[in-house]
């Protein structure tokens, strides 16, 4: 069977002929691949900046970003059953007896950094034609969600930021007072950034009720910004807006939503935050050399403005949940934008040359089903 693999001794992503995957235990699933999205963790994985082949293997089958149907399910599977959509989670626990965060099934919070992930670290992923999973870790998504069920992994980011924000909210309990759980209810937003996390991000927050504003640096005649006004955020360009004109056009910024991955950006945005304000880092930025900051501003709006800054990876079961719940509320409200974050299908083939040529598009994605 096809997989498409990152090779460290060769230096190089390629097909390869991997194992057919069996069902061993009772409550395992085959499954049969149908798309895989590729992002930015894949092309650091191309370069060999980041990833680990399992124990043992020469290469690691790369791929997390996966949406695949169930063709057989072990005799104790009770949870899905043959022909359903369904999105594998990507972190399995370091099943280290002093780590309580995977010992309770929270591996996305791991304390020993001993975690694997499909397709990332330690394990092979789904960029392959069938793969076989405990059904645990699967999650069923509606069939009419067929062609943007990919994005279920992506969009997790923002769900678990969002869940742990909720959390957060709670200290000001006159905020989150009589409206229901997890809405936004008018308060400011200000996504970073307008690749799929940023963009996908940005439907969460409006879902939620959020007032949200998406900056980046595409032009405002450049297609995600249409795309962005389109869907009744704003939008506005970092080449036109500086900073602080930005956030004097937002007014007080409740909330940041990092997603670009630069830490320069990420760090001078922290000078719009507002009173009683949070900022989610979610990007993993590249080894880009020291920056300059003014840190006693930013130490003094922490401390006055009674700010909050925290950082979010992986995704729990709770939030590819509220992943598959939201997916479903974009689908009903914006079909044609949902769709349109899917930029371009390839075939495997195509794979190692998408990796490590340059990023066009949105959300490209590697289509399994027409394989021969
Ligand atoms: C994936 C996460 C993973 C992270 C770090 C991201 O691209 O979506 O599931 O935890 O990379 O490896
Ligand atoms: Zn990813």
Redesign the pocket.
Known sequence: MRAVAALPAERSVRIVEHPEPRIEHPTEVLLQVLEVGI????REIARFD??EPPPGSSYLVIG??SLARVVEAGPEVGRVRRGDLVVT???RPCGRPECSACASGRQ?FCLTGEFS?RG??RRHGFMTERVVDDQRYLHVIPLHLRDVGVLV??L??AEKALIQLWDVRKRLPWTAAGVPAGSGHGERAVVLGAGPVGLLGALALLVRGYDTWVYSRQREDDPKARWVEAVGATYVSSGRTPLDALAARVGNVDLVYEATGAASIAFHALGILGVNGVYVFTG?PGRKGPISLDADAIMRDLVLKNQLLFGT???GFDAFQAAVDDLSRFHARWPEALRALITDRHPPEACPGLLTGPATGIKSVVSFEAAP
Do not use: L, S, W
């Open positions: 992002c930015g963790t894949d980041y990833g997390h970003e989670m990507v972190r996305d992930e990332i670290r992994e992506p997790t980011i993993v990876v992986n995704a």
